[in-house]
């Protein structure tokens, strides 16, 4: 016996598969879309900031690079996210004598400040990945 023989005698789909599908079935997955996509809204953010590939050989610290690297707003009292200054970083550093600890480092005068062109770092303490990240 095939079930498309039955079917006809049953009856075919009808007031009540309608009814079962609208007020059973459609609630139950509306959640799972939420929940499926709170992910996106709700991850976790990391610390970043622009990634400068010219420091990244040297064995600088993470302040070091930033203090350098990146703008530093005096309102919020953070590093910028999203630019950074422009200029020879090596040949800045070759031609200044500064302590590698030093946490007074600083840009020279006039620095350009770009958006971030090369990427980013992420500060991950809690989690070594993110979507955020990712």
């Not at 139950?28 to 709170?38: L, R």
């Not at 900031?49 to 990146?70: A, G, H, Q, Y």
């Not at 996210?81 to 006039?110: H, T, W």
Request: glycine share 4%; net charge negative; hydrophobic share 35%.
């Amino acid at each position: 016996m095939d079930f498309d023989e039955i079917l006809p005698d049953i009856g075919e789909y009808g007031t009540y598969q309608k009814l079962i599908l609208w007020f059973l079935l459609l609630p139950g997955t509306m959640p799972c879309g939420f929940h499926a996509y709170n992910q996106l809204f709700m991850a976790f953010t990391p610390e970043h900031w622009c990634r400068v590939p010219e420091l990244d050989d040297r064995n600088l610290s993470t302040d070091f690079i930033k203090n350098l690297s990146i703008p530093f707003n005096e309102e919020t009292q953070e590093f910028s996210k999203c630019q950074r200054y422009d200029y020879n970083f090596s040949q800045y550093l070759m031609s200044r004598v500064i302590s590698l600890d030093d946490s007074d480092v600083a840009p020279p005068e006039g620095a350009t400040i770009i958006p971030c062109d090369r990427g980013w770092h992420y500060d991950q303490p809690e989690y070594s990945t993110s979507v955020v990240s990712d």
